[in-house]
């Protein structure tokens, strides 16, 4: 096993996939699941389409942008993730099918990479903690359905101004307020959503212009309309 670090077993504690496990039982777990800490440079591939795994990645720092690329060159970002999250399960767990994403360090990061079959299947010295660590991984799978969905909402409404206002409504709602930082740059929203990036430029412009929102950046404010 890699050096396991305080820093290192902080982001792991606070992942989705270690709720309710408690700190002292994180080291022994992870001698039943293979480990491998691995280091990555900005920009830098950290899972390639047409990749094979057996195993799911945890990002102990820094973040990683799920993206897709077809055969055109199109590209489609899947997802922004950042420290404790993680990513790959799926393909973890139906090890004969292939990636169909590219998984690349949006920051420095470091990865922790843990085998799947050995987290989804309770170890012979029948630890404490596996119950959980397997309840914690379908959870997982649930929330990543409803993110999935949650784009699908998105991408499928009718024009380029309503894709925005429905992905900027969520971002509202998940920070409780109508000011907010969203993950991504132009370019970045752009492929999100499905649209191009002049025409999204050109919507957000308009937005601002009929009071409906203004920005700098990534940052955004929704501005609510009230009934005289």
């Not at 094979?52 to 993206?67: A, W």
């Not at 993730?81 to 790959?88: C, E, G, N, R, Y």
């Not at 590219?102 to 799947?116: E, H, P, Q, R």
């Not at 170890?123 to 379908?138: A, V």
Request: net charge positive; aromatic share 8%.
């Amino acid at each position: 096993m890699n050096t396991i670090t305080t820093p290192d077993i902080n982001a792991i504690k606070n992942s989705i996939i270690f709720k309710d496990i408690a700190e002292k039982d994180i080291l022994p777990m992870l001698g039943c699941l293979s480990p491998t800490k691995k280091s990555y440079k900005k920009g830098s591939y950290i899972l390639n389409q047409g990749e094979y795994i057996d195993f799911v990645c945890l990002i102990i720092s820094g973040s990683v942008r799920i993206e897709n690329i077809d055969i055109w060159g199109n590209r489609k970002i899947m997802s922004e993730l950042t420290k404790s999250d993680i990513f790959a399960e799926s393909y973890a767990c139906v090890t004969n099918e292939p990636l169909m994403v590219d998984a690349i360090a949006s920051s420095d990061c470091v990865i922790l990479t843990m085998n799947m079959n050995k987290v989804m299947t309770t170890c012979p010295s029948s630890c404490n903690f596996h119950n959980k660590l397997i309840k914690n991984m379908l959870s997982v799978f649930a929330m990543k359905n409803i993110a999935f969905t949650r784009k699908i909402e998105h991408i499928t409404q009718k024009n380029t101004r309503e894709k925005v206002l429905s992905y900027l409504n969520y971002m509202s709602s998940k920070f409780g307020s109508n000011s907010f930082e969203i993950p991504f740059n132009r370019q970045q929203l752009a492929d999100y959503l499905s649209v191009e990036r002049s025409a999204l430029s050109s919507e957000l412009s308009k937005m601002q212009a009929d009071g409906l929102i203004s920005y700098k950046k990534n940052k955004f404010t929704l501005h609510i309309k009230r009934e005289q």
